[in-house]
Nanobody
Framework: QVQLVESGGGLVQAGGSLRLSCAAS????????MAWFRQAPGKEREFVAG????????FYADSVKGRFTISRDNAKNTVYLQMNSLKPEDTAVYYC?????????????????WGQGTQVTVSS
């Protein structure tokens, strides 16, 4: 089992940056592929970015490619999402998720563990 706690959300102007963090409990963090999802009001939860257990391979939604960067520090049991050039359409609750496989997927149904979410609001 792993417990996930997100932090770093907030209000930012369009064009600004934020860095989200997701701290995981337990000693087996390196066994989990990790991902970030987001959910805007009235919309389904969507994949944002994911990375493999080792962190050597990363995957992004087309809408954030070139602007967001996912990374992990297995020594600190933490995964990050650096978000640059933010747009109003990035406004959502952002969730960290874990699955005990080598690679992430884009489907939220494939993840066993979720954080509580952190709100990101981008003003125009």
């Amino acid at each position: 089992q792993v417990q996930l706690v997100e932090s770093g959300g907030g209000l930012v102007q369009a064009g600004g940056s934020l860095r989200l963090s997701c701290a995981a409990s337990g000693r087996t963090f390196s066994r989990y592929a990790m991902a970030w999802f987001r959910q805007a009001p009235g919309k389904e939860r969507e994949f944002v970015a994911g990375l493999t257990r080792s962190g050597t391979s990363t995957f992004y939604a087309d809408s954030v490619k070139g602007r967001f960067t996912i990374s992990r520090d297995n020594a600190k049991n933490t995964v990050y999402l650096q978000m640059n050039s933010l747009k109003p359409e990035d406004t959502a609750v952002y969730y960290c998720a874990a699955r005990e496989f080598i690679v992430p997927t884009a489907s939220p149904h494939d993840y066993n563990f979720w954080g509580q979410g952190t709100q990101v609001t981008v003003s125009s």
